[in-house]
């Protein structure tokens, strides 16, 4: 059974840096096709912020996070990075790992998850 844990969330400052891992074990990370992050805000729905495929050079990034996130994997040690650079008071939120077969921005398109990592940005 494959799990995923997130980690190095954290309290920042607006326009700090913060680097999330997501390590899977129970299955090989270059069995699963996409990895994803998404994130859930106070009263927010959960979305996604970026998507990375197998040996992908084209990842997605939602249009609130383009140019200061970067979504990356490293399979030989089984995880996955979110850097996140500039960050705002509105990427405070919980961030979840997940791992899906489908290349789409949706929960659905995801069937396992992390518990997530708390992300507070401060003023």
């Known amino acids: 059974q494959l799990t995923l844990v997130e980690s190095g969330g954290g309290l920042v400052q607006a326009g700090d840096s913060l680097r999330l891992s997501c390590t899977a074990s129970?299955?090989?990370?270059?069995?699963?096709?996409?990895m994803g992050w998404f994130r859930q805000g106070p009263g927010n729905q959960r979305e996604c912020v970026a998507m990375?495929?197998?040996?992908?050079?084209?990842?997605y990034y939602a249009e609130s996070v383009q140019g200061r996130f970067t979504v990356s994997r490293e399979d030989v040690k089984n995880t996955v990075y979110l850097q996140m650079n500039s960050l705002k008071l509105e990427d405070t939120a919980v961030y979840y790992c997940?791992?899906?077969?489908?290349?789409?921005?949706?929960?659905?398109?995801?069937?396992?998850w992390g518990q997530g990592t708390q992300v507070t940005v401060s003023a």
């Open positions: 997940a791992a899906g077969p489908h290349f789409m921005a949706s929960q659905r398109a995801f069937d396992s």
């Open positions: 990375i495929r197998m040996r992908d050079t084209n990842p």
């Open positions: 129970g299955r090989s990370m270059s069995s699963l096709y996409v």
